[in-house]
């Protein structure tokens, strides 16, 4: 949005028009946005016209230096979070129970906000118990709530799940949403190669003729 105490902003072209300035009165300009990217970025306002002399600047010269134009660097928050997934045993048998631990981490030097992660536990896995470090967590839907996550600081999902059936399963966790940037990572694009996400492998191996093989 584009507030002007008084005249009128256009924002195509940046434009803002007084039809006059009352002397020893200061009009304002009040601009909310929304960064786009994680580059910093110089906000700008100079005179662009005026009928009258100033005596110590010149009217849409570009000149930095003048005093009637003044600049603002707008340099938004980065954060770096990433994520992993383990498991106390990757290659159990049917009917076996495993703990796999979620674990999320800002490694960045800001604190995260709006931080959610999704944790989807397939089928073939039924989960017994699902114990979030902080926020809430969705079993159904996979989705883990976190909230804030300081900097330097790192939060766990615990899930213990039955094994109900043969066969390779992925479990995957990626962060789905982030009030910040992050450094090296868009959340919820499904970029395995980003930190923000990971893929665990548990495989259960098929029984024949009392040998044990595992599925491809």
């Known amino acids: 949005s584009a507030d002007p105490s008084s005249g009128t902003y256009e924002p195509v072209t940046g434009l803002w028009t007084l039809a006059t300035v009352p002397n020893l009165t200061t009009p304002t300009l009040q601009i909310v946005a929304v960064a786009t990217s994680a580059m910093s970025l ?23 230096g003048e005093d009637d134009q003044a600049s603002a660097v707008v340099t938004p928050l980065v954060v770096d979070v990433k994520v992993s997934a383990t498991v106390d045993n990757a290659e159990p048998l049917e009917g076996d129970v ?21 944790a989807l536990v397939p089928a073939g896995l039924t989960i017994l118990s699902a114990v979030p470090g902080s926020g809430v967590y969705d079993p159904v839907t996979g989705r883990w709530v976190i909230g804030n996550l300081s900097d330097g600081v790192s939060t766990t999902l615990v899930v213990t799940a039955r094994v109900d059936a043969r066969g390779v399963r992925e479990v995957p966790i990626e962060v789905i949403e982030l009030d910040q940037f992050d450094v090296d990572s868009l959340p919820g694009n499904n970029v395995e ?19 044990l093989f595992l599925s491809r």
Request: proline content about 3%.
């Open 193 to 211: 190669s980003e930190d923000d996400q990971e893929t665990l492998i548990i495989r259960a191996p098929r029984l024949l003729n009392k040998r």
């Open 98 to 118: 495993v703990t796999i631990t979620f674990t999320t981490t800002n490694e960045g030097t800001v604190g995260a906000t709006g931080l959610v992660a999704r």
């Open 42 to 64: 110089t906000n700008t306002a100079e005179v662009f016209s005026v009928r009258q002399f100033d005596p110590d600047s010149i009217a849409g010269n570009a000149i930095a």
